[in-house]
C-alpha cells in the first residue's frame, strides 16, 4: 500500500492529453512539493516534473504538473509512443521526514 | 554527466543480509552537498523509500526499515552501500541507487537497478 494514491493505469491516442492524478495528505502533497518520475522497464529511472511544475533541461514541454490541495496532477498533452511508461508521483513526507512515492501509474498509448 | 551504478548478488537467502554497493561516476561524492539514497520497487508495487546518506556518513533511514538498514560511504572509492539483514521473500525487490541534491526532495540521478530475489 503506497502512501500516496495513483490510479494504475491511464490511456490515450495520439495527440491527445492524458492527465495522471496523484493524491496525498496535508504532510507531504498538501505541504510540500511534488515531483513526478518516468519509469520504462530496464532503463533508470528519469526525473520528469520537480517542484510541482519545473522540467529538468530536456525534457519535452508537453510534460506538466500542478496541484491543488492534497491532491496532484500530471498532464501530457500531445501524447506520443515513446510517453508509454509508468509514471510515479512522489513528495517529501514531513512525518516520515523523507520521500514517499505513489503506486505507479501505466500510460499506455493506444 | 553523472552515472550510478549498483552491483551485488541477485540472489539472498532468507534471514540472511542483502549487501549492495552503488558506484557514483561523473562526480565526486564528496565534492557537492548532496545525499546518495537507496530506493526499491517489489514486484508489483510502488518505489519505496529505504534511506539516505551524506558524505559525511550522517544517514536518514525509513522508520519502517530502520532497524534493519545501514547505509555507509566510501569516499575513497566513490561508492556507498546498503546493507539488509534478516531479509525474508518481502524484500525480494528492484534495487535503485540515486542521487538527492541537497535540499531538494527529488531524486535527480538513478542507476539502473539491480534485481535481489530472497530465496532458499
Known amino acids: 500500500q503506497s502512501v500516496l494514491t495513483q490510479p494504475p493505469s491511464a490511456s490515450g491516442t495520439p495527440g491527445q492529453r492524458v492527465t495522471v492524478s496523484c493524491s496525498g495528505s496535508s504532510s507531504n502533497v498538501g505541504s510540500n512539493f511534488v515531483n513526478w518520475y518516468q519509469l520504462l522497464p530496464g532503463t533508470a529511472p528519469k526525473l520528469l516534473i520537480y517542484g510541482i511544475n519545473q522540467r529538468p533541461s530536456g525534457v519535452p514541454a508537453r510534460f506538466s504538473g500542478s496541484r491543488s490541495g492534497t491532491s496532484a496532477s500530471l498532464a501530457i498533452s500531445g501524447l506520443q509512443s515513446e510517453d508509454e511508461a509508468t509514471y510515479y508521483c512522489s513528495a517529501w513526507d514531513d512525518s516520515l521526514n523523507g520521500p514517499v512515492f505513489g503506486g505507479g501509474t501505466k500510460v499506455t498509448v493506444l | 554527466q553523472l552515472q550510478l551504478q549498483e552491483s551485488g548478488p541477485g540472489l539472498v537467502k532468507p534471514s540472511e543480509t542483502l549487501s549492495l554497493s552503488c558506484t557514483v561516476s561523473?562526480?565526486?561524492?564528496?565534492?557537492?552537498?548532496?545525499?546518495w539514497g537507496w530506493i526499491r520497487q517489489s514486484p508489483g508495487k510502488g518505489l519505496e523509500w529505504i534511506g539516505t546518506?551524506?558524505?559525511?556518513?550522517?544517514?536518514y533511514y525509513n522508520p519502517s526499515l530502520k532497524s534493519r538498514v545501514t547505509i555507509s560511504v566510501d569516499t575513497s572509492r566513490n561508492q556507498f552501500s546498503l546493507s539488509l539483514t534478516s531479509v525474508t521473500a518481502a524484500d525480494t525487490s528492484l534495487y535503485y541507487c540515486?542521487?538527492?541534491?541537497?535540499?531538494?526532495?527529488?531524486?535527480?540521478?538513478w542507476g539502473q537497478g539491480t534485481l535481489v530475489t530472497v530465496s532458499s
Open positions: 561523473g562526480a565526486y561524492i564528496d565534492s557537492s552537498p548532496s545525499l
Open positions: 540515486a542521487r538527492l541534491p541537497s535540499a531538494a526532495s527529488y531524486f535527480d540521478f
Open positions: 546518506v551524506y558524505s559525511d556518513g550522517t544517514t
